[in-house]
């Protein structure tokens, strides 16, 4: 069954402290690996897509890589600004995106 | 940039009423979702449609239906709501299947 777990479920970080975020899936047929960030009552934000081992992407503060079995999400210095809940999703052979439980990040001032 | 707008933010109907939640997104997009999110159980998937008038269940169908008649459409109808379905509600678009999808800002809906 295709899976995708997030950890920690929760993570606080000073301002500029910088950490990752882990997103580890099944390995079978594994159709790009998506990252979103959510604000409290609102709908996911789309930040990055990721379809091959080794490649990455950049925005602002975030990188995004990906290797044969997990996907991380570097956060840089971070600002308070940056604290919302962190999705990812992987793709399927069904071509739905199954999501993971999220990462909720607090960055404290 | 890509819009998904859902009709409302926020929703209180009573048990067993019928309920319609609106989709209409801008970019032409093949595919529509829709999904429900809860505390501790993450984002699911409760029906798609990777086509006008097409559709597909997804993780948890029951006691949800839909509707897809224009492309840019998409409608999820709970048939007779009951409280277990109070919950925030999620519509997303892509432009096509293990693409990135975009989404709503969401519907809050409480069943009382």
């Known amino acids: 069954e295709d899976q995708v777990t997030q950890s920690p479920e929760a993570l606080r970080l000073q301002e500029g402290e910088s950490s990752s975020l882990n997103c580890s899936y099944t390995?079978?047929?594994?159709?790009?690996l998506f990252w979103y960030r959510q604000d409290p009552g609102k709908g996911p934000e789309f930040l990055f897509t990721?379809?091959?081992a080794g490649e990455e992407k950049e925005k602002e503060r975030l990188k995004a890589t990906l290797t044969k079995k997990e996907s991380f999400l570097h956060i840089t210095a971070p600002k308070p600004e940056d604290s919302a809940t962190y999705l990812c999703?992987?793709?399927?052979?069904?071509?739905?995106?199954?999501f993971g439980q999220g990462t909720t990040l607090q960055v404290k001032p | 940039d890509v819009k998904v707008t859902q009709s409302s933010r926020y929703l209180v109907k009573r048990t067993g009423e019928k309920v319609f939640l609106e989709c209409v997104q801008d970019m032409d997009h093949e595919n529509m979702f829709w999904y429900r999110q809860d505390p501790g159980l993450g984002l699911r998937l409760i029906y798609f449609s990777y086509d006008v008038k097409m559709k597909e269940k997804g993780d948890i169908p029951e006691g949800y239906s839909v509707s897809r008649e224009k492309k840019e459409r998409f409608s999820l109808i709970l048939e007779s709501a009951s409280t277990n379905q109070t919950s925030m509600y999620l519509c997303?678009?892509?432009?096509?299947?293990?693409?990135?999808?975009?989404f709503g800002q969401g519907t809050r809906l409480t069943v009382v």
């Open positions: 997303a678009s892509s432009r096509g299947l293990n693409t990135e999808a975009f």
């Open positions: 999703a992987r793709g399927s052979n069904t071509g739905k995106l199954i």
């Open positions: 390995v079978s047929g594994l159709r790009g």
């Open positions: 990721l379809y091959s």
